[in-house]
């Protein structure tokens, strides 16, 4: 199946500080990315859906000034969190869509647990 | 939205079949089932997915009902790898809703 990485795979910072991560198609071309959060023992929440060339389009109660979303390329989607707190301490993922496939399938990028303290 | 509901949990042993079931009784006729496993803190892997025919692959068989209303993913020969938790989702207004998933463990 199709390749998404993610970057970094890990990341620790202080409270109020911005912080970038980078979701990648390796071997397909992406018009659409998916993010998505996840707490420990829940399940994956839909937070947006990004689109190449046009902003990105927010779930219901995720703040689009904080979780800023950038799809310059058909391989590249970037998530920043802004002013990160405490509470966004979390699992990030991506996940990207081929549109050369028939089935709308998903492949999914291996994560990014960031930690804000 | 096409809502899925799964159990929670499920224990299978090593080498045996395992049988999750999935309850969609809202999907609509053009609406894919789709079936993805997270291993802990890993993302998503696809396993398999279906409109309404049975399929098969090398890692599972998806058996739907005929009003499709339900589906079951079988795992053959179960291995201590496949302990994961297991999502059935309903591909609905161009997205994923990932559902709370069953637990499976796999037990020598």
């Known amino acids: 199946g199709a390749v998404v990485s993610q970057h970094p795979s890990w990341v620790i910072c202080k409270s109020g500080t911005s912080v970038k991560i980078e979701c990648r198609s390796l071997d397909f071309q992406a018009t659409t990315m998916f993010w998505y959060r996840q707490f420990p023992k829940q399940s994956l929440m839909l937070m947006a859906t990004?689109?190449?060339?046009?902003?990105?389009?927010?779930e219901q109660g995720v703040e689009k000034d904080k979780f800023l979303i950038n799809h310059a390329s058909l391989t590249l989607s970037t998530l920043t969190v802004t002013s990160a707190h405490p509470e966004d301490s979390s699992f990030y993922i991506c996940?990207?869509?081929?549109?050369?496939?028939?089935?709308?399938?998903?492949?999914f990028g291996p994560g990014t647990r960031l930690t804000v303290l | 939205d096409a809502k899925t509901t799964q159990p929670p949990s499920m224990d299978c042993a090593e080498g045996r079949a395992a049988n999750l079931p999935c309850n969609h009784s809202?999907?609509?006729?053009?609406?894919?089932v789709y079936w993805y496993r997270q291993i802990h803190s890993q993302g998503p892997q696809y396993i398999i997915h279906g409109l309404k025919n049975n399929e098969t692959n090398e890692m599972a068989s998806l058996i739907i009902t005929e009003d499709r209303k339900s589906s079951t993913l079988i795992l053959p020969h179960a291995t201590l790898r496949d302990t994961a938790v297991y999502y059935c989702i309903v591909w609905s207004w161009g997205k994923f809703q990932f559902g709370a998933g069953t637990q499976v463990v796999v037990t020598p």
């Open positions: 996940s990207a869509r081929d549109p050369g496939g028939a089935y709308n399938e998903q492949f």
């Open positions: 990004s689109n190449e060339g046009s902003k990105a389009t927010y």
């Open positions: 809202t999907i609509s006729g053009n609406e894919y």
